[in-house]
Each structure stands twice: as C-alpha cells, then as structure tokens.
C-alpha cells in the first residue's frame, strides 16, 4: 500500500497561499517509492502533479487526484577541477540553498540566479533564468523517471531542448518525465556575469575598489530580488506571471513610433518586450481588485493580499491581457501553471 495521505492542505505549500486541498497526497522521498506509484498510475486515471515549491503554480481550490510531493535529498560531486567541477543535486533539494552551498565552496556559475523560490527539480521545466543567466547555461544532464515505462535516464541538455522559460518538460512532453536528479557545470574560476547594469553597480558597490567575486554577485543578485520582488512569506506571488513577448521588427519599429519609451531588446531577428513596462503603461501598477492585485513595484508581479484564490486571479490576469492586447496588440502568455489546467471558453 503506498503512504497517501487524504484531503491534505496545500495553502502552505504554494507561493500564492492560495487556500488549495488536494483529494490525495503523497510525499517523495525515494526512487522506489516514486517508482511505485508509477506503477500505480498504469492502472489508475487519477491525475497526478508534481509539485516542488509550489511557486509556478496557481493552484485551484481542490486539486483532484494525487499531489506527488518531491522530496528526493542529496548532492553530490561527481568532479573537481579548478575548470571545471560537476555537482549532481536531487530534485527536492530548495534552489537557492544550492546556489549558495555552491558559492560557499567556491563553486560558480548559479550566483545569478540567487534567491529564485522552488527545488532543483523544478529549475529546468522553465529553465529558469535571471540577470543574464539561464539554467541551461550550466546544465550537463538531468536525470528522469519516464513514467511511460518506468524507467531511469539521463536527457543531455540539447536532449532538454531548452528555451526562453521553456523546455521538452514543460512544451514538448509535458508531465511524461519526473526529474530527479540534474548535474550542473560549474568552474573554480571566478568569473561573474556582469551584463546587467544594475547588477554591476550593485557589485562594484559592495566590492569597494577590490575585484569583484562570484560572491559579490550573489550577495548584489539577493540585495536587489529583495528590493524589487516580494517575499511570498509575507505577498503570495509567483514571481513574473507573464512572459516578456516577442515582436518582429516591424512590429517593433512601429510600436517605438507610438511608444518610444517602450522597453525592449533584440535577440536574434526578434525583439523582447518588457511585459512589466506594457503593463504598468495599461495603468494597472499597484492596482487592486478584490484580494488580488498587480504589486505596487513591479506590474509583472500579481500578488495575493491574503484571501485571494485562482479564480481571482484569472480575472485579473484576464482584464491584464485584454488591455495589453487592445492597447498594444501583443499577446501576453501566463508562465506558471494554472493546475488543473484552465478550460478556455469564448
Ligand atoms: C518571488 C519569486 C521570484 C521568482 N523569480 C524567478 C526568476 O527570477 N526566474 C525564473 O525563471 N523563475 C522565477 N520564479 C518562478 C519559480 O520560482 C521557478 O519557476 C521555480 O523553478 C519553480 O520551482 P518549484 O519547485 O516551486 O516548482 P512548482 O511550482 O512546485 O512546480 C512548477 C512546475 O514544475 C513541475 N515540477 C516540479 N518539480 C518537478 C519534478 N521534480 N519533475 C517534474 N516536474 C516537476 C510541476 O508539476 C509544475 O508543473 C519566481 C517565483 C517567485 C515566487
């Protein structure tokens, strides 16, 4: 008989603190028993959701079927050399405890990404990134259950096919690998991204005339997450709820001609706009309604002020894409995951 736990509470187990009961739950904290409840699912039609940190879901009020909470512990150090040192984390190992595990050995490479909420094994879905830095930047390998045949693997990072909050996880194959574990490359080397200027400024500040560290980074990454986004302990949110879009050119050329304080960047043939900037011009910063709102200090963030739920949310999310799109005529696209998944209806 595998360990389920009935009706369990997932208020505290989501970012938003959105008051969510799932109809069974389950806590991962081997293979094996991941292993069995594969099994499981071959002759069952629950659905199942993987959940990590809970910080890139939007969880419903009753979350049917089973919630698999990964838990899976464990680093470890596959090689160290001063070019190159590879370091294999479990999937439930918490993100930012292994960004700074890694800093403090002198490991470098994640300091950009500091204080993102979550596990490991999330990490990859979105390939999470910030200030310059993307997890597929430092990925060799990340081991998978295939819940098809129940089986162990290892996918190469080009295997993960990669892209901007995207990935096989998430786009491709969603729900068909469970990660367990995933090996990053980092180096000895100190050499710190610095492409952001806000970034650099906050490090030169904190460096004091001395050479700037990885450390400094990541010391200058937390300083400036703390000032900018809010602390889902005290806001429930899930940080970015819409990704910045892409326009071509054209496109581009003439929204700069109506909008030349728009905020965007080229990357390839294509521009990226900043959905922050799209949706503080609609007029929606710091606006509220009913227990949900757009944080104050930045309009990409949609927060929690303590009694909201999904359903909330969506609307607001909904009255957000509706004015970007008839202002600007860009389609935003929501990053996390509304579970279960929404039903559009026209
Ligand atoms: C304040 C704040 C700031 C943030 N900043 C950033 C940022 O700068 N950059 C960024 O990219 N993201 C950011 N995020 C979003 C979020 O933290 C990341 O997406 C994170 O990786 C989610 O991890 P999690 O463990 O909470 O995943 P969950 O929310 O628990 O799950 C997310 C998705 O991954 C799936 N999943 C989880 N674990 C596994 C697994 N082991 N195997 C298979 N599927 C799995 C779930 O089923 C779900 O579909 C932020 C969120 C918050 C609240």
Redesign the pocket.
Known sequence: MLPFQERVELTQL??FGFYSIAERYIKIESVDLLQQLVDHQHHSTDPL?????????ILDDEVPGIVAH?RLRGKQLLKVAQDEVLLKVS?GEA?HETVEYAVNQGFYGLENLAL????V???P??N???YGVELQDRVVSVEVLDIHSNSLHHLTKDQCQFGY?DSL?KSLDPGR????SVTFALTRNPTPQLDYLALKEQCEMLAQGVTITPKHVFEAVCAI?QAK????NHLG????FFKNPYVDPSTYAQLMESYPNLVGFVEADKYKLAAGWLIEACGFKGYRSKSVGVYDKQALVLVNYGQGNRAQIEALAGQIYRSVLERFGVALEVE??Y?PALILSE
Not at 116 to 119: A, E, S
Not at 177 to 180: D, F, G, P, S, W
Not at 229 to 232: Q, R
Request: net charge positive.
């Open positions: 989501n970012t959701l993987v959940l990590g940190g809970g910080s890139n879901l990964m999937a993100w993102i909420p979550g596990t094994g999330a990490a879905i979105q999470i990134g910030a909050r996880f690998y469970i990660i367990l997450r986004l809010p602390d889902p949110n899930v940080g970015s996390p995951r579970y």
